[in-house]
C-alpha cells in the first residue's frame, strides 16, 4: 500500500475524534476563543475512543473552580488494551519498519498541524492548568519546536563500523526499544507530552502517554493530532487515570522503556517498580535551584530575570531558581529592589491576559503551599512579599519571599512548587558553591556576574543538570534538559532523548 493512501485513511478516520467542534467565545476573556470541550473527554486505545469501564476523574479550570469535562480512570483493563495495542505496533513493524524519511515527514506534518492549532491548544492548556495565556503560547510553541528537531531525528539515529582488525567486520547499530510508557506531570501538560512523544516516535518506538489527572486534555489533542499527521493507530496511545493507572501501566510486562516527569516521590517507585523487569527509565524529578548573584552582576539584568525565574507558572516549575543566593554586598540592594516588583506582579485568571502569576493547578497544590508558607513563619522567616491565599474561586497564593531563615530550614531545603522564593547570604565565591550543591537535588542552577573566569569557574563546581548564565530558563530542542541526583535520570530534549528510546546493538561478523 502506498504510504500516502495510509495517511489519507488515517485523516479520515481521525476527523471525526473529538477536538474538532465550533469555537465557543462566552465566559473568556476578550479576544480568547474558547476551545470545544466534550462533556466527556475520551482517551485513545489502538484506532478507538474510549471513555473506559472504570471511573471519572473531574477537570476543574484552577482559576474558576468551573468543571471543565472529566476523563475516564483507566484501570488494569484499559492499560493491557494499551499496552497491547503498542505491542502489536511495534510487532507488525508499522512505525518502525517504514523508512526514516516517511518517519521525518509525519513528524513534520504533526509540527506543521500542532502550530495551525498551537492557539487553541494555547487556551486548552490555560484553562487546563491555569497558567497564564502568554507562558502556554510559549510552552506550546517549545513543544512544537520539539516536535519538528525530533523529525530530523530518525536519519541521524546511525550506528559505528568498529576497527576490529581485518578478518572481523564489527559494527552498531540503534534499534528502538519497544513500546515505552511516557507518565507526565500537570505543570507543563502538553510541552513535555511533545518532548517525549516526538523522542519515542523518531527512535521508532510506540507509546502510551499518561497524562496528569489534573491536567489530561493538550495531551489527548497531542494524540489526535498525530493520527492526523498519519502516525498509524495504535503508535500512540493515551490511557487518562491517576496514580493508580501509572502505576500499572510502567509495572507492564509489556512495557519496554519508561520515561517519567514528576516527583522525586513518585519517581523513585517508578524506579522501583521498574526494577522488577529491568526496564530502563528516564526520570525527571524535582529541583529547588539556586540562582547565585554575585557581587559584579548586572544588577538591572537580575532584576528583569529573576521574578520570572520563580514566579512564573506560579512557581510550578521543576527548575523554578527558588533558593537566591545572592552576595551580602548587594543582598540589601537586591531585595529592596525586588520587593516591589514582586508586589506588583499581577495575579489572576491567566486567560485575561497579562498576567504573571496565575491559580496553583488545584486546591491540594495551593493548601500545600499554604502549609509552607506556615511552616516558614514557625521556622522564623521574614515575609518580605507576599505569604497569603487568595480567597475563591480559584486556588491562589500570593508571590512570597521569604528572609531570615538559615540553609537547614524545611522552606529553604524542599522543593515548595508555589511562588515562594527563599534568600540566603554568602561572602565567598567557594561559600556560594557549598550552599547551592547542598540539595539533594541537582536539577537547575543560574549564575550572574560579569566576570567570565568566575562564570566558568562557578558552572563546572554546580552539581545541576543544567547551567544558565546571566540567563535563566532558556530551552532549546537540541539542548538536553534533565538533573542530576534526585532530580533524575537520563535527559529529555536534544539527540540524548531521542538515543535513550533505543538499544545499541552489536554485530560481528567473521570474514
Ligand atoms: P507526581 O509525581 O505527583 O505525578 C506525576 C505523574 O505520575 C502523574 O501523571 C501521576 O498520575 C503519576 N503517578 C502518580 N503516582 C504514580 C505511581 N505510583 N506510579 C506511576 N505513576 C504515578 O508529580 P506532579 O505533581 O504531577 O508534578 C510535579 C513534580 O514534577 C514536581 O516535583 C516537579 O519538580 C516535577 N517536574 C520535573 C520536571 C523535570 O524535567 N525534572 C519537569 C516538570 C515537573
Redesign the pocket.
Known amino acids: 500500500m502506498a504510504d500516502t493512501a495510509v495517511i489519507t485513511s488515517v485523516i479520515t478516520a481521525a476527523s471525526t475524534n473529538q477536538y474538532e467542534g465550533e469555537p465557543m467565545t462566552t465566559g473568556v476573556a476578550p479576544g480568547v476563543t474558547r476551545p470545544r470541550i466534550a462533556a466527556e473527554e475520551p482517551m485513545l486505545i489502538g484506532d478507538s475512543w474510549t471513555c473506559g469501564s472504570g471511573g471519572r476523574i473531574a477537570v476543574l479550570d484552577p482559576a474558576t473552580e468551573e468543571l471543565l469535562t472529566t476523563v475516564g480512570l483507566a484501570g488494569p483493563a484499559e492499560v493491557d488494551a494499551a499496552v497491547a495495542a503498542a505491542m502489536a505496533a511495534h510487532r507488525d513493524g508499522r512505525w518502525r519498519g517504514r523508512t526514516p524519511e516517511w518517519r521525518r515527514d509525519v513528524l513534520a506534518r504533526l509540527a506543521d498541524l500542532a502550530e495551525s492549532r498551537a492557539e487553541e491548544l494555547a487556551v486548552l492548556e490555560t484553562l487546563d492548568n491555569g497558567k497564564p495565556i502568554e507562558r502556554a503560547r510559549g510552552d506550546v510553541a517549545l513543544g512544537i519546536a520539539a516536535i519538528r528537531h525530533c523529525a530530523g531525528a530518525p536519519a541521524r539515529l546511525t550506528g559505528a563500523v568498529q576497527p576490529a582488525g581485518t578478518d572481523r567486520h564489527v559494527y552498531t547499530s540503534r534499534e528502538p526499544v519497544g513500546p515505552a510508557a511516557l507518565?507526565?506531570?500537570?505543570?507543563?501538560p502538553f510541552m513535555?507530552a511533545a518532548w517525549k512523544v516526538s523522542a519515542a516516535l523518531a527512535a521508532g518506538c510506540p507509546v502510551v502517554v499518561?497524562?496528569?489527572?489534573q491536567t489530561p486534555l493538550t495531551a489527548l489533542r497531542l494524540a489526535a493530532l498525530c493520527l492526523d499527521a498519519g502516525v498509524p493507530a495504535g503508535v500512540v496511545d493515551v490511557l487518562t487515570g491517576?496514580?493508580s493507572t501509572?502505576?500499572a501501566l510502567?509495572a507492564h510486562p509489556g512495557i519496554a522503556k519508561v520515561s517519567?516527569?514528576?516527583?522525586?516521590?513518585?519517581g523513585r517507585?517508578?524506579m522501583a517498580?521498574a526494577a522488577g523487569r529491568v526496564t530502563p527509565v528516564t526520570l525527571?524529578?524535582?529541583?529547588k535551584s539556586p540562582n547565585i548573584v554575585f557581587a559584579d552582576a548586572d544588577l538591572d539584568r537580575v532584576l528583569t530575570t529573576l521574578p520570572r525565574t520563580v514566579f512564573a507558572h506560579s512557581g510550578q516549575m521543576?527548575t523554578a531558581g527558588s533558593r537566591l543566593l545572592v552576595h551580602r554586598s548587594v543582598r540589601d540592594e537586591v531585595l529592596e529592589r525586588l520587593v516591589p516588583l514582586v508586589d506588583a506582579l499581577p495575579v489572576g485568571n491567566g486567560l485575561t491576559g497579562g498576567i504573571t502569576v496565575g491559580p496553583l493547578v488545584s486546591a491540594v497544590q495551593r493548601d500545600r503551599v499554604a502549609s509552607y508558607l506556615d511552616l516558614g513563619r514557625a521556622e522564623g522567616a521574614t515575609v518580605l512579599a507576599g505569604g497569603g491565599v487568595r480567597g475563591g474561586p480559584g486556588f491562589f497564593v500570593e508571590p512570597t519571599v521569604l528572609t531570615g531563615l538559615g540553609a537547614d530550614a524545611r522552606c529553604v531545603r524542599e522543593?515548595i512548587?508555589g511562588p515562594v522564593l527563599t534568600v540566603l547570604e554568602f561572602d565567598t565565591d567557594d561559600e556560594a558553591v557549598a550552599l547551592a550543591n547542598d540539595s539533594e537535588y541537582g536539577?537547575a542552577a543560574g549564575i550572574w556576574t560579569s566576570d567570565l573566569a568566575r562564570a566558568h569557574r562557578t558552572a563546572a563546581a554546580l552539581e545541576a543538570g543544567t547551567v544558565w548564565v546571566n540567563t535563566y530558563n532558556e530551552f532549546h530542542p537540541a539542548v538536553p534538559?534533565?538533573?542530576v541526583k534526585q532530580?533524575?535520570i537520563g535527559r529529555?530534549l536534544g539527540d540524548a532523548a531521542v538515543e535513550s528510546f533505543t538499544e545499541l546493538k552489536s554485530v560481528t561478523v567473521a570474514l
Open positions: 507518565v507526565l506531570p500537570w505543570n507543563f513535555i499518561k497524562p496528569a489527572e491517576g496514580g501509572g502505576a510502567v517519567f516527569t514528576g516527583s522525586t516521590e513518585v517507585s517508578v517498580a525527571e524529578l524535582g529541583g521543576c522543593e512548587f536539577l534538559f534533565g538533573g532530580s533524575g529529555d
